[in-house]
């Protein structure tokens, strides 16, 4: 069920420069059951100029905690960055439809940038359903390959940057464990990686889920605003069908 | 002890004032988990056209200083389909069920208030001369008073129950449209829907929105649709339903003193989905605390 949850911030990390890691308690509910994938809208508030609130994925829950990684993308994000622990912050969650947890054969999570963040959950649960699971971690520099250490006490983890300061160099779609044969592929990330992971998946047949970005303003399928174009029901709301969506039903 | 209920025309009456406005509330559904839906003086459904539709292309929304500009474009699956599937799960909510009509055509907009008559769970009909995010109708029916008229006449024929007109603030004199519509048979007139804007992202030197224009909501609009409330409800003698950035209980208040019977709540339930619950709780205590009984005694103070 989607509540609306007042959190403690316990901890506020500060990660690559670009980045920060809230660490979250809630205050007074019970944590809901949240799907890998899944995301919350975020309040933001200790910014004057924003007024909506913001979609974050959740990169970690269990029954007390609860963390959001964030990339500094504009004011809101900003702030969110910024807050200390003692502040509060209000969400609403669990939003969306995550990814598929319940999958056979050798599987493959891909994350650009921020885009690892719903992969450490996903990685958690898959691996408590001994799923075999491979990690392919890509930013465009060393610092900026976020969680590298919980992803490696996960399994195998490779990496790849765009200035080569870690792992292989170049844009992780290039790296060679793609070569490797693979069941599924879970992806996150920019857009042209997203592409381009597509691309790969469809020529090759590899079943594929994809977690799509939108601008938001609802994020409970109330408003539209977030639609993206699919190939069996046209325009649907990614903030409800989304954010993970297989690629079949994608028209890219 | 605290009467909120409240007449709205056409022989409708609302436990309270508090609805939710159309296109930001879904089918109501959305916010089940959030609050108790039997609770709102009524819920307001998602533009209702007569065939589907798809919509505008992404991007569709942006963020503007205290609001948003939106470009949806009344995407819907039809009123067939809002009958057949939607109209089943949420008829029994308990709380007045009004769905919110659009067309290109004057028979557009009578083929739906004719497909919706049967159901008799729909207490009232919004007619939406007012939406800015379509290329053929919505907005230009409100625009003159010819034009809003001719929509209103038409739809009064197909449509016995209760019959709200949703006006556009995009206009000269919002007062000529709303008496145009009153005198063609509108129980009620809502107002207001979005106002046009338009915002451009100057690092990529494009507009935000696929359509370029969009329509702006949220409390920056507010001062402006109290005006016009205000306005509006001198100039009629039919109930004023007013919205434009209400934001919480205190801005419920203001537009109630402004002249409206009843109140409508959009944008701000993006932020807070509890909104409703917590402005109805605010007017209920507002009135106790001034001994007020019935909102008829709400009024301002000369
Ligand atoms: C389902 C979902 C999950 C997300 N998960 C995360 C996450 O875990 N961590 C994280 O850091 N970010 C995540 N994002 C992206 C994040 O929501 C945006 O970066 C944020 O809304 C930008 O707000 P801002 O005020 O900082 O920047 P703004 O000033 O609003 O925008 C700055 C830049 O970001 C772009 N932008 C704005 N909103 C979005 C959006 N919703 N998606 C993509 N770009 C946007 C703008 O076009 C602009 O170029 C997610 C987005 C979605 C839809
Ligand atoms: C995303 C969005 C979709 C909307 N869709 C409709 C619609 O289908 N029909 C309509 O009459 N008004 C529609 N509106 C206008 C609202 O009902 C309301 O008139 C307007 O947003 C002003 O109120 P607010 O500031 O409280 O949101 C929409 C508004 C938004 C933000
Ligand atoms: S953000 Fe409102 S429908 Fe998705």
């Not at chain 1, 980045?19 to 809630?26: E, M, N, Q």
């Not at chain 1, 409800?240 to 028209?251: A, E, M, S, Y």
């Not at chain 2, 209702?48 to 539709?53: E, V």
């Amino acid at each position: 069920m989607k509540q609306q949850m007042d959190f403690d911030v316990k901890d506020s990390l500060q990660l690559g420069g670009n980045y920060g890691l809230l660490k979250l308690r809630p205050i007074a509910q019970e944590m809901p059951l949240i799907e890998p994938g899944q995301f919350a809208q975020v309040e933001v508030p200790n910014c004057k100029t924003t007024y909506l609130r913001r979609p974050i994925s959740i990169n970690y829950a269990d029954k007390h905690e609860l963390w959001l990684l964030v990339r500094r993308a504009g004011a809101g994000t900003n702030a969110l960055c910024d807050l200390r622990a003692g502040a509060k912050l209000n969400l609403v969650l669990p939003l969306g439809s995550g990814f598929s947890t319940q999958v056979s054969g050798r599987v493959l999570l891909m994350g650009g940038g921020v885009g690892i963040a719903p992969l450490l959950m996903l990685g958690q649960r898959l691996l408590a359903n001994k799923t075999d699971v491979t990690f392919l971690l890509g930013a465009r520099t060393a610092n900026e390959v976020l969680q590298l250490d919980l992803f490696r006490q996960m399994g195998e983890t490779h990496v790849a940057t765009d200035d080569g300061t870690l792992g292989h160099h170049g844009l992780v779609t290039t790296h060679p464990v793609l070569a490797e044969h693979f069941d599924h592929v879970a992806c996150c990330g920019p857009m042209p990686m997203m592409r381009a992971v597509t691309a790969i998946a469809k020529e090759r047949s590899i079943n594929c889920e994809m977690s799509l970005e939108n601008t938001m303003a609802c994020g409970v399928g109330a408003c539209l605003c977030c639609v993206e174009d699919t190939s069996d029901e046209g325009n649907v709301c990614v903030c409800t069908q989304g954010p993970v969506f297989n690629i079949n039903r994608l028209k890219w | 002890m605290v009467d909120l209920s409240v007449n709205i025309g056409g022989g409708l009456t609302l436990k309270n004032p508090i609805m939710t406005a159309s296109g930001t509330y879904g089918y109501g559904e959305e916010f089940a988990d959030f609050i108790d839906l039997s609770r709102l003086g009524g819920i307001i459904v998602k533009g209702t056209t007569l065939q589907p539709r798809q919509g505008n292309p992404y991007p569709r929304m942006v963020e503007t200083p205290s609001g948003m500009l939106n470009a949806v474009g009344l995407q819907n699956k039809g009123v067939d389909y809002f009958v057949k599937h939607i109209y089943p799960r949420i008829c029994d909510i308990d709380t007045a069920l009004v769905v919110n009509v659009s067309g290109a055509d004057v028979s557009d907009y009578v083929g739906v208030c004719e497909r919706l008559s049967d159901f008799d769970k729909i207490a009232a009909v919004e007619i939406n001369i007012s939406c800015p995010n379509v290329k053929q109708g919505g907005m230009s029916w409100g625009t003159t008073t010819a034009g809003a008229a001719a929509v209103t006449e038409a739809c009064r024929k197909a449509w016995n129950r209760t019959m709200i007109v949703k006006l556009t603030p995009n206009v000269t004199d919002v007062t000529q449209i709303a008496r145009a519509a009153q005198d063609a048979g509108a129980d009620a007139v809502s107002l207001v829907n979005t106002f046009l804007g338009m915002a451009i992202d100057v690092e990529r030197r494009r507009p935000y929105l696929s359509t370029i224009t969009g329509g702006l909501s949220g409390a920056a609009i507010r001062p402006i649709a109290v005006r016009m409330v205000w306005q509006v409800a001198q100039a009629v003698t039919i109930p004023v339903i007013g919205l434009g950035g209400i934001m919480n209980g205190r801005d419920v208040v203001e537009f109630l003193l402004a002249g409206a019977k009843a109140v409508q709540i959009g944008t701000a339930n993006f932020i807070d989905p509890q909104v409703t619950i917590k402005a109805i709780d605010y007017l209920h205590d507002y009135m106790a605390r001034r001994s007020l009984n019935t909102l008829s005694e709400l009024t301002m103070l000369s």
